[in-house]
């Protein structure tokens, strides 16, 4: 295989030989959302947005069974000035009430992703 180039040898790669996750991670929580959402959000000096820890829980090594529910995967965004369904104010109301979960409730670490979501991920 010493003779082969780069882009032959990442064609014979399996699950096997990548690091889909670090260590470090196996017994931390992490927090799932907050408050009345379903994701979790990122203030900052001219508007926030949110992101999804369901997407991003392959990262930490658990497994990908299926595709996402849509409602988990509800975008938001506002621009400071421009807040006219008062979005900062729930946003920030949020971070009172977080939601963590550790690894009783997100299972075993398998970085293994099932063919429900990896259609999904294709579609």
């Not at 040898?9 to 889909?20: C, H, S």
């Not at 369904?85 to 690894?103: E, S």
Request: hydrophobic share 35%; aromatic share 14%; net charge positive.
């Amino acid at each position: 295989m010493d003779y082969l180039r780069w882009s032959q040898r990442l064609m014979y790669l399996t699950n096997d030989d990548i690091a889909w996750y670090s260590s470090i991670y196996d017994n931390i929580e992490i927090i799932d959302s907050c408050g009345e959402f379903f994701t979790v959000h990122l203030l900052g000096t001219q508007g926030g947005i949110n992101y999804n820890p369901t997407l991003a829980r392959r990262q930490l090594g658990f497994a990908m069974k299926d595709k996402p529910n849509n409602t988990l995967l509800e975008g938001l965004f506002f621009q400071e000035g421009k807040d006219t369904q008062g979005l900062k104010a729930r946003m920030t109301h949020a971070w009172k009430k977080v939601h963590r979960k550790g690894k009783s409730e997100l299972g075993l670490k398998n970085y293994i992703a099932l063919d429900p979501y990896t259609s999904w991920v294709k579609k």
